[in-house]
């Protein structure tokens, strides 16, 4: 039988940790990429280290430059904005052609090592909006796969599950969130002021469980 193999994007945050450990479930031998942006703080990619060293997954940390940037997670001189998700609004966190990269470092890398599934933890009912965490971006994403003729495919395990959904799927796969970071922001401990502190805020509490990450992170030496 045919060796399951999958590449898995890894951040070190919430939903890309649940995807790795949802992918090792199903049997899937993992190697996680991890991205190096230009993002405002390095504290996430520390977190996506520890994890995947956690569970003994290869991983690599790619670094791409966006010298051009104007978002706010990677314009050193644009603030973390803190307002409400807004449906249909576009908030100044996206940043431009992110996941599109992402997914071709994936697809290079998959391509090179006969991997067949890239594992990507987008969901698009609790989100902040981003054009390419949606079923539509995804779709497209993998008929250009088609295109190029390879059987490789993007897999979207929580694309159509919310925050809380996520969070007791993850749970239930013993998926240590203390050791994950969602924070926008690089302070000692997560803001709670910013999207995606709120989102995972209302996750927890939808899913009635505790963050476990409160605690670790405000005493956190990473």
């Known amino acids: 039988?045919?060796?399951?193999?999958?590449?898995?994007?890894?951040?070190?945050?919430?939903?890309?940790?649940?995807?790795?450990?949802?992918?090792?479930?199903?049997?899937?031998?993992c190697s996680c990429l991890l991205f190096d942006y230009n993002q405002k703080h390095s504290k996430e990619l520390k977190y996506a280290v520890k994890i995947a060293k956690s569970v003994n997954v290869k991983y690599s940390i790619i670094k791409i430059g966006l010298s051009w940037s104007n978002d706010a997670l990677t314009n050193k001189d644009k603030p973390i904005p803190i307002h409400k998700v807004l449906p249909n609004n576009i908030p100044p966190t996206y940043v431009p052609g992110r996941n599109t990269l992402f997914l071709s470092y994936a697809l290079s890398f998959a391509q090179s090592v006969n991997v067949w599934a890239i594992f990507i933890g987008v969901n698009a009912v609790d989100f902040?909006?981003?054009?390419?965490c949606t079923a539509e971006f995804i779709k497209a994403y993998n008929n250009v796969l088609k295109v190029l003729k390879t059987e490789i495919i993007v897999k979207t395990p929580l694309l159509k599950l919310n925050k809380a959904q996520i969070i007791k799927l993850g749970t239930k796969l013993n998926v240590p969130y203390k050791n994950t970071w969602t924070c926008y922001n690089g302070y000692k401990k997560p803001c709670m002021e910013c999207d995606s502190c709120k989102l995972r805020a209302k996750g927890f509490e939808e899913a009635k469980l505790n963050d476990p990450a409160i605690a670790q992170n405000t005493s956190s030496n990473i």
């Open 1 to 29: 039988m045919k060796e399951k193999k999958a590449v898995v994007l890894l951040s070190g945050g919430l939903d890309s940790t649940t995807v790795l450990y949802y992918a090792l479930s199903k049997g899937y031998k």
């Open 128 to 132: 902040s909006n981003y054009p390419d």
